[in-house]
Nanobody
Framework: VQLQASGGGLVQAGGSLRLSCAAS????????MGWFRQAPGKEREFVGSHSWSSGTTSYADSVKGRFTISRDNAKNTVYLQMNSLKPEDTAVYYC??????????????????WGQGTQVTVSS
């Protein structure tokens, strides 16, 4: 099982980025997907999740209305569209997968597989 996150980079406050997470080695459609982030000196925190079947999503309050998760099962890829970025969004962003996961799973320990992370830096 492999999850490969990409799309991170340096962006000014107010800008946008789209992260991608390409999955391989398992039946992607059977897994709920989550995005987490970890800033220096802080614990990894939930950003958002996408259910495996119903299409429902869930977001942390800090990103609600600015970030959107989508998935393309034909491409085995989940996306995180990030708009109106703020300096406090600076972190390493990780994608994660949970078999038959709903959008309600928000804990790091809920997820079975993890990607390697991609750095997002937002300058003020």
């Amino acid at each position: 099982v492999q999850l490969q996150a990409s799309g991170g980079g340096l962006v000014q406050a107010g800008g946008s980025l789209r992260l991608s997470c390409a999955a391989s080695g398992y039946t992607f459609a059977a897994y709920g997907m989550g995005w987490f982030r970890q800033a220096p000196g802080k614990e990894r925190e939930f950003v958002g999740s996408h259910s495996w079947s119903s299409g429902t999503t869930s977001y942390a309050d800090s990103v609600k209305g600015r970030f959107t998760i989508s998935r393309d099962n034909a491409k085995n890829t989940v996306y995180l569209q990030m708009n109106s970025l703020k300096p406090e969004d600076t972190a390493v962003y990780y994608c994660a997968a949970k078999k038959y996961g709903s959008s309600w799973y928000r804990s790091v320990t809920d997820y079975d597989y993890w990607g390697q992370g991609t750095q997002v830096t937002v300058s003020s």
